[in-house]
């Protein structure tokens, strides 16, 4: 492995003299702009707007323009000769814990070795009090011509370096997050929980490989060998979520949960989603017999007093008839009096 970088750790009067080796590397085909017609390269070319020649990489120069339109020429000369004081130190500014380090600060990442044999005793001392300690140091570099804030961890048996966004390069994430009236229920957190378990069961870090490569690779294959290029169909994501319970319960089936993990989700859940469907049925069942009994009562309550309601009719108007035979025979017992009287 080649070193990129060679200087010293210096913290108070302590200096570790190290090598900084990239500790990462991107894998993946490298493609290159072609003619689509014939497969021919496409080459970019460096051509100056003032006057319209090419200018070759050793020419080409840094430039700084302001809101005038004026321009400022800084050539790398120039850029090398400016004072840095962490160009070739790795400036330790403080010790702290490690979780005062917020991830969304990391960038780069690289090994820190000793530079020889010398370097070992120091080394090791660093390296032992930070794991004692559990803490991180927080540091200032130079890579390439630019000062980097930069971490300091323990990784197995060595120390590693990550270099750091500064503060005021972090966005601010402002109205970004739903808002505080947002609420889960419990049985959903335990369903997500469930999920979550479900999913880690038997998972393997090292053997996830990078998909599109695959397929970018047959892709080559078949091109160079005149064959067919092959397809693959794409699982497209879900656009909405209806009924969070539901998808829950079908991530946890799809994913195999047959285990604890799903058990006590489907627990959580009320069963699976035919059974809760089947109580969901019996209970409106349930419901449409004690609405049949409540009409069914009502509708007698109504008859009987419709009855009671025309009996009462009735005796009233027998009254009433009773009443206006009694008042006629009067009458005509009253009439005959009189007849009477008049005749004698």
Known sequence: MRSMWKGSIGFGLVSVPVRLYAATEEHGIRLHQVHDADGGRIHLKRFCDA????????????????????????????????????KKLIDVLAFVDADRIDPLQLSGAYYLAPESAAANKPYVLMRETLKQTERVAVTKIALRTRESLALLRVHEDLLTLHTMYWPDEIRDADDLAPPSSVTVRPQELKMATSLMDTLSEDFDLDSLEDEYEVALDELITAHLDHRPAPRKETTP???NVIDLMAALQASI?????????????KAAAGGTPRSRAKKSAES???TSKKAAAKK????????????SKSTAT????????ASKSTSAKNTKKATAKKTGRRAS
Not at 55 to 69: I, Q
Request: glycine share 12%; proline share 4%.
């Open 314 to 321: 009735k005796s009233s108007a027998s009254k009433s008839a």
């Open 296 to 307: 069914t009562a009502a509708k007698t309550t109504a008859s009987k007093s419709a009855a």
């Open 253 to 265: 089936d799809s994913a195999g949960g047959k285990g604890e993990a799903g058990k006590e989700a």
């Open 237 to 239: 994501a879900p656009d």
């Open 284 to 286: 409106n069942k349930g």
């Open 51 to 86: 006057c319209g020649k090419e200018v070759d990489y050793e020419h080409v120069a840094r430039g700084f323009e302001d809101d005038e339109g004026r321009t400022a020429v800084v050539t790398k000369n120039e850029l090398a000769g400016l004072p840095l004081p962490s």
